[in-house]
C-alpha cells in the first residue's frame, strides 16, 4: 500500500490564483481531512469527510473548498490564494470503525507560499 | 476535547528512557488519551492511545494516572531518530473523528 499521497510537494503561488491539492489514500478508509501547519504552530483542520458524497467545515475553511466523489480521493481546492495561506498541508485518513478510529495516517504534506 | 497541557521542550540522552508528560485534568469518561508526533517536516504519525489501562506497543507505553487526569508517554530506549516534536491529544471525537493538536513537546534526543 501506497498510504497517503499528496501531489505536489511543493507550489509557490501568486496572490488571486487558484489551485487544487491532491490527497489520495488506498487504504479504504472512509475518514479523510485537510490540515493546515504555519510555523511553530500545531496542526489545524480545515475540512473533513466520513465518506464519498459527505464533508463538512473543521476549525479554519475559509477560502477552501473540498469534494469527495470517491473514497480514495479527498483534493483541497484554494479559490483565491492569500499570502495568509502560506503553510504546509497536510492530508489525513482512518477507517471510521474500529478500535482505534482516532489513528490517523498523514501523507507527507504539500508546501505552499503565496507571494 | 479536554484541553492538554505539555512541557515546551525535553531533552533526554540516547539510550535512556523519555518520560514525556501530559496534563489533561479536565478529561471526561469517554475521552481516549491519543498520542503522536511530528518528525520535522513530515506527517505526523500515531504512536499509541488508552482510555484507563497502561498500554504498550512497539514504539512506546503510555501510563496513565487512576484519575486520568494525567499521563506519561515512555519511549523505553530513546534514539536519535526519537527526535520529534509530541502531541497528546484527549478527544472522544463525537463521531467527527477530530484531532485537535496543540504545540506539543519538543524531545531532543542527545547523543
Known amino acids: 500500500n501506497a498510504g497517503v499521497t499528496q501531489t505536489p510537494k511543493f507550489q509557490v503561488l501568486k496572490t488571486g490564483q487558484s489551485m487544487t491539492l491532491q490527497c489520495a489514500q488506498d487504504?479504504?478508509?472512509?475518514?479523510m481531512s485537510w490540515y493546515r501547519q504555519d510555523p511553530g504552530m500545531g496542526l489545524r483542520l480545515i475540512h473533513y469527510?466520513?465518506?464519498?458524497?459527505?464533508?463538512d467545515q473543521g476549525e479554519v475553511p475559509n477560502g477552501y473548498n473540498v469534494s469527495r466523489s470517491t473514497t480514495e480521493d479527498f483534493p483541497l481546492r484554494l479559490l483565491s490564494a492569500a499570502p495568509s495561506q502560506t503553510s504546509v498541508y497536510f492530508c489525513?485518513?482512518?477507517?471510521?470503525?474500529?478500535?482505534?478510529?482516532?489513528?490517523?495516517?498523514f501523507g507527507p504534506g504539500t508546501r505552499l507560499t503565496v507571494t | 476535547d479536554a484541553k492538554t497541557t505539555q512541557p515546551t521542550s525535553m531533552d533526554c540522552a540516547e539510550g535512556r528512557a523519555a518520560n514525556l508528560p501530559c496534563n489533561h485534568s479536565t478529561i471526561s469518561g469517554n475521552e481516549y488519551v491519543y498520542w503522536y508526533r511530528q518528525i520535522h517536516s513530515q506527517g505526523p504519525q500515531y504512536i499509541i492511545h488508552g482510555l484507563k489501562n497502561n498500554e504498550t506497543n512497539e514504539m512506546a507505553s503510555l501510563i496513565i494516572t487512576e484519575d486520568r487526569k494525567s499521563s506519561t508517554l515512555i519511549l523505553p530506549h530513546a534514539t536519535l531518530r526519537d527526535t520529534a516534536v509530541y502531541y497528546c491529544?484527549?478527544?472522544?471525537?463525537?463521531?467527527?473523528?477530530?484531532?485537535?493538536f496543540g504545540k506539543g513537546t519538543k524531545l531532543s534526543v542527545i547523543p
Open positions: 489525513a485518513s482512518s477507517p471510521r470503525e474500529g478500535p482505534s478510529p482516532y489513528e490517523q495516517y
Open positions: 491529544i484527549a478527544t472522544s471525537g463525537a463521531g467527527s473523528y477530530q484531532l485537535t
Open positions: 469527510s466520513v465518506g464519498a458524497g459527505i464533508t
Open positions: 487504504m479504504n478508509h472512509e475518514y
